[in-house]
């Protein structure tokens, strides 16, 4: 979900109507988004929503016939999801960043360009010397609490489908899990793809897994067949940096 537009400061209603713009009201994107999560997500699934933003994914998920799990660190943009899930049925929302250890951790927050906030410095150092991030100022930091997947799935059950979109912290989230899923996304940038590397390692710790991803907002898988992770390995070292972004999915190899 990353968007790294640069552009002038605006207001948190400015911002938030612009995400309503790229995630919401693009009727073709939405299709292409459902098609994809419908090989995951049927109805009767239990699906997480880690790093929700304003939770197009939620929508989705939702669509397919799944209850979702939302969890969304920024407490303005949950105020957003609030007002949009608050009273839908098959929805738990909760306020916390996604991490290896409960507790709380440092958000680092983008006010222009909320998609991008993070918890993970070396994004930002990372983004530094990147022509695709231009512009992007992190110019608040608050706390906030953390949970892990192994403690949300305690307290909701296991998920059939987990989507974890978290600006560069997705193998913390990853290390805070200890058992194998059925099937997962993870979201990659072209500028720490070291990140994703701990990632399908991670995975790979856990379980049997294939993979295949798909870049930016197309939403379609780029192999025709689920491949192991040097396959992928190779594919993402060799995305040129313009690329930017993308998300590796994974399912078990049963």
């Known amino acids: 979900m990353t968007q790294t537009i640069s552009r002038s400061p605006q207001s948190a209603k400015t911002t938030l109507s612009r995400s309503f713009d790229v995630y919401y009201r ?20 239990l699906t997480f929503d880690i790093g929700a933003h304003i939770g197009d994914r939620t929508g989705s998920f939702l669509r397919l016939g799944a209850s979702v799990v939302v969890v969304e660190p920024q407490p303005r943009v949950f105020r957003a999801l609030r007002l949009l899930y608050g009273k839908t049925d098959d929805v738990t929302l909760e306020c916390a960043a996604v991490g290896a250890t409960p507790g709380t951790l440092d958000l680092f927050v983008n006010s222009d360009n909320p998609t991008i906030t993070t918890a993970s410095p070396d994004l930002i150092e990372a983004a530094r010397g990147s022509a695709q991030w231009q512009g992007q100022v992190w110019d608040s930091k608050i706390n906030v609490p953390v949970t892990t997947l192994d403690q949300l799935i305690i307290k909701h059950g296991v998920p059939d489908f987990v989507k974890i979109d978290v600006e560069g912290f997705e ?40 993979f295949n991803f798909s870049l930016g907002e197309e939403h379609a898988l780029i192999y025709s067949d689920w491949v192991g992770s040097g396959t992928v390995t190779r594919d993402l070292m060799g995305l040129p940096a313009k690329a930017n972004s993308g998300d590796i999915f994974a399912r078990r190899s049963f």
């Open 26 to 45: 693009d009727a073709e994107r939405t299709r292409r988004m459902d098609r994809l999560n419908a090989q995951f997500v049927h109805p009767g699934s």
């Open 171 to 210: 193998a913390d989230v990853l290390d805070g899990l200890t058992m194998p899923l059925p099937a997962l996304s993870f979201e990659f940038t072209t500028i720490q793809r070291d990140v994703a590397l701990r990632c399908l390692k991670r995975l790979q710790d856990l379980g049997d897994y294939v």
